[in-house]
């Protein structure tokens, strides 16, 4: 009997042994993913997926190109012929970066007066050659008449548009460093390349030796120093019945010309010769507004219907 209680206890022992072991170890390793869980540093499995789908879409600060990488923009030192185009690699590069904003402020200004500006644009340089011609008085396709100040130039055909370049400064450097500014006051006929300027005599010598003819530059448009104020005069002829104005003494290239009449703001066409016209006597007399290729307007009343006579408006266009 005494045995058999023995036995049964044995038994009883063994079976606290076997459910007691497996329920050790399930709680001990319960504690140790606890411990663990709580780690510093410690990512769930969740977070691990997030961070794998950040890594592969990229962080927000990181980049997809190298140091000095230019993104496909044009940089301020570089030039091109006007109405020229981006090569097959500018433009691949720009359609594959467009979020890198690597533009100059020369060329986010070229960019902003581009609708006004015509071919010739603020912040951009140009390449073509320099020519030389006896500039006489001055006087030239533009019609401003005689000049004492014969540091002019005569804009190639294609540049010139239409005397959209008349007046326009421009800085001429040539490959030996020497510069000249300029005033365009005279078309270069269809001979003359796009990009090349036809110098007077005195403004070549200021680059080279005259016997040199014909010499590599690059050229620019400036916004000057200027002392006087924007005049306008009409043309020979003009009446309340036809009219053509020009513009004069402008810091800036003039882009549009608009006279006051009874249902408002009138644009006039440009001609060739640098006159505004309006055909039909709309507006000659009345008020007269300017705008240059920046956008600016220049608001002038009071300005007679005389013939032949600079007519002074007082106002002038900001510099840039």
């Known amino acids: 009997m005494k045995e058999t209680r023995q036995t049964a206890r044995r038994r009883r022992h063994r079976l ?6 497996p329920v050790a170890l399930i709680a001990a390793g319960a504690l140790v993913s606890l411990v663990v869980a709580f780690r510093p540093g410690h990512q769930t499995g969740s977070e691990r997926a997030a961070a794998s789908a950040s890594t592969a879409a990229g962080s927000p600060g990181a ?17 091109r012929s006007p109405g020229s185009t981006a090569s097959p690699a500018t433009t691949a590069a720009t359609t594959t970066a467009p979020a ?11 960019a902003t007066t581009a609708s006004l500006a015509g071919r010739i644009r603020p912040g951009v340089g140009y390449r073509g050659v320099a020519t030389s011609y006896d500039a006489g008085n001055g006087d030239g396709a533009c019609s401003f008449g005689p000049t004492d100040d014969l540091m002019t130039a005569a804009m ?3 540049d010139y548009e239409t005397s959209k370049a008349c007046g326009a400064y421009v800085l001429v450097r040539a490959a030996n460093g020497a510069t000249v500014t300029v005033r365009i006051t005279n078309e ?3 001979g003359c390349a796009a990009g090349q300027l036809d110098l007077s005599t005195q403004a070549f010598a200021r680059l080279a030796s005259l016997s040199a003819g014909r010499i590599p530059i690059t050229w620019k448009l400036l916004s000057p120093a ?7 005069r009409y043309k020979t002829g003009s009446s309340r019945w036809w009219c053509a104005l020009q513009v004069i003494g402008h810091r800036n290239p003039v ?11 009138r644009p006039l066409p440009r001609t060739d010769y640098n006159y505004f016209l309006a055909d039909d006597g709309g507006g000659c007399g009345g008020a007269i507004r300017i705008t ?13 219907l005389r013939p032949d006579t600079v007519q002074r408006t007082g106002l002038q266009f900001a510099r840039h």
């Open 100 to 110: 890198r904003p690597s533009a100059s402020p020369a060329s986010r200004t070229a």
């Open 156 to 158: 190639n055909h294609t």
């Open 255 to 265: 882009a549009r010309l608009e006279l006051r009449t009874a249902d408002g703001w």
């Open 16 to 21: 606290r042994l076997l459910i007691g072991t």
């Open 292 to 304: 240059d290729i920046y956008g600016e307007h220049l608001t002038a009343g009071g300005i007679a």
């Open 226 to 232: 200027v002392s006087g104020t924007v005049a306008v």
């Open 188 to 190: 270069c006929p269809a």
């Open 63 to 79: 980049t997809t190109h190298g140091p000095g990488d230019p993104a496909g923009s044009l940089s301020p030192a570089e030039t």
